[in-house]
Structure formats: C-alpha cells, structure tokens
C-alpha cells in the first residue's frame, strides 16, 4: 500500500500538522485504526501530564475547556501575512519554513 503525506488538524490547539507516510505505515503496523488526533506538541503535552501523575480531567477537562479562574490565557504571536501583508495575531509561534496566514487569507486558502 501506498501512503502519501496528509494535514491534519489538532484537536486541542487548531494547527494544522502533517501526519507523514512513514507515520501512517508505522500506525498500520501497530495496529492502529485511526489516524492522530493531536498535534506531536499537545501529545508530549499530555504524555508529559499523565507521567507527572495527573489524570487529564484532573486539569480540566479533555481539551482544558473547563479550567474556570486558573485558565490561562493563550500567546499570541504578531506576524505579518504571507498573502496580503497585513499584520495579524496568531495563537502559535510560526515557524519560517510554513507561511503564515491573516484569518481573511486563511479562509481563502484552507482547503475544505
């Protein structure tokens, strides 16, 4: 069988992330049926939290919606987008090698 590269989206933090073909022929051959859910930073996130000792809903839910007064609020970063040149905020610190995208362009250019 035949793999080819696919963007995916973090069900935690929204990014999208590459889930390689050697990534998929790995899972096949693990037995996995279904394709990542998150991120590889929100998953050493939670592997992180679960060897410290904590249970998941013990900080506040699946996807920490429910953290009442400890939520902490997220970073922002300022970039300048790669399609129209305005400067706009995004919750991820971009890397150089990926545009970055206004939430305008992002629309226009998101495959659906």
Request: contains cysteine; proline residues 5%; charged residues 30%.
């Amino acid at each position: 069988m035949t793999y080819v590269d696919r963007t995916l989206t973090c069900v935690d933090c929204a990014v999208e992330f590459i889930h390689s073909a050697a990534d998929q022929e790995y899972y096949v051959q693990k037995g996995f049926a279904s394709d990542p859910k998150r991120c590889a930073s929100c998953r050493a996130s939670r592997r992180a939290t679960r060897e410290a000792g904590y249970d998941v809903r013990d900080i506040g839910g699946p996807r920490g919606y429910e953290r009442g007064d400890e939520h902490v609020a997220r970073e922002y970063f300022a970039v300048i987008c790669s399609s129209c040149g305005n400067q706009a905020q995004v919750p991820f610190k971009p890397r150089m090698d990926r545009p970055v995208y206004c939430s305008d362009c992002f629309r226009q250019v998101k495959p659906d």
